[in-house]
């Protein structure tokens, strides 16, 4: 799970394709979990070779220009690449970038990949149970010393998730969901540090209060105020372990204005502290990635 990944810290490795009497069509050329901060980080997607990228933002920001058309990389989104093509990511300066990642060659790979990227888009929001899915697979890659087979399954369950992901399950209840409940959904993905009251979400679906959290519950199985909380409460997880922010500004990004709020919240959720949560749960040391 993604918990597992952040607990074990940075780390990078890649993996040699070794020659096989069995043709695969998914390896795994490479996995990672990186921190980039105030330096130069920039990938050229034409001077690439050929395979797929899958790499799913923690907390900062890493920017992408994807043939012409510019994405702010946000925690809670993954980017889906193919080389070479004519796209760049890379660091601003004066920012911070947490991710992980998986690059992946074969034939079988790069269609699946391309596929989504035409029907979504090199930027997707995904559930949880894919993003546990690519970090498994990358914590195994990148830290184990699997052999072919297994590293192949490794890599081609992460491309199944995105296929999963990208076409069946982006947000709850999957293509059941009315266009007003996502349209609701899609602010409260858009940004979590915004108002999102529930007489916001009305209007942003276009009904009325009553009547949006009706269709609201009905569709995603839980109350407009219980779904936000729940979202803010992943990512106040998910940046407590991977970023050394203050408790502080960590409530201001989760929507919080006020801190002690915030700590209480947190403690109701996960029955720690903000703090407590992240002494026990981070890594005793970090390992520094040895490539990016």
């Given amino acids: 799970m993604l918990s597992d ?16 009497p069995i043709e695969l069509h998914c390896l795994a050329i490479g996995a990672g979990y990186e921190r980039r901060e105030n330096e130069t980080y920039s990938w050229e997607g034409r001077k690439r070779g050929t395979f797929a990228l899958i790499q799913h933002t923690l907390a900062g920001r890493g920017e992408l220009d994807y043939a012409g058309t510019h994405h702010a990389l946000l925690p809670g ?9 004519a796209n760049r990511y890379w660091l601003a300066t004066g ?11 074969g034939r079988e790979a790069l269609r699946l990949v391309r596929a ?18 690519f970090a498994d697979a990358c914590l195994a890659l990148a830290a184990g010393d699997l052999p072919v087979g297994a590293s192949s399954a490794a890599a081609y369950g992460a491309i199944m998730a995105l296929r999963d ?9 999957g293509p059941e969901v009315p266009t007003s409940i996502r349209k609701a959904l899609a602010l409260i993905d858009h940004d979590l540090s915004a108002n999102l009251d529930v007489d916001r979400l009305a209007r942003a679906a276009q009904l009325s209060r009553a009547h949006f959290v009706r269709q609201f519950t009905a569709s995603v ?3 407009p105020s219980g779904y936000v ?26 929507g919080f204005a006020d801190g002690n709020y915030f700590a209480k919240a947190f403690r109701r959720h996960s029955d720690v502290t903000p ?15 040895a490539s990016g």
Wanted: aromatic share 8%.
């Fill in 229 to 254: 909380l729940d979202k803010r409460m992943q990512l106040a997880e998910r940046l407590l372990l991977a970023t050394d922010e203050t408790v502080a500004a960590i409530a201001a990004t989760c």
């Fill in 77 to 85: 989104e993954t980017m889906v690449l193919t080389f070479p093509h």
């Fill in 95 to 105: 920012e911070r970038w947490d991710y992980f990642w998986i690059g992946i060659q």
């Fill in 165 to 173: 992901g990208a076409f069946e399950n982006a947000i709850p209840g």
């Fill in 5 to 20: 990944l952040l607990f074990h810290g940075p780390v990078v490795r890649s993996l040699q394709i070794a020659r096989s």
């Fill in 116 to 133: 989504v990227i035409e029907a979504r888009g090199p930027v997707l929001r995904l559930g949880s149970g894919a993003i546990d899915t």
């Fill in 221 to 223: 199985g839980a109350s």
């Fill in 275 to 289: 703090s407590a949560y992240r002494a026990t749960r981070q890594p005793l040391f970090s390992a520094e990635p």
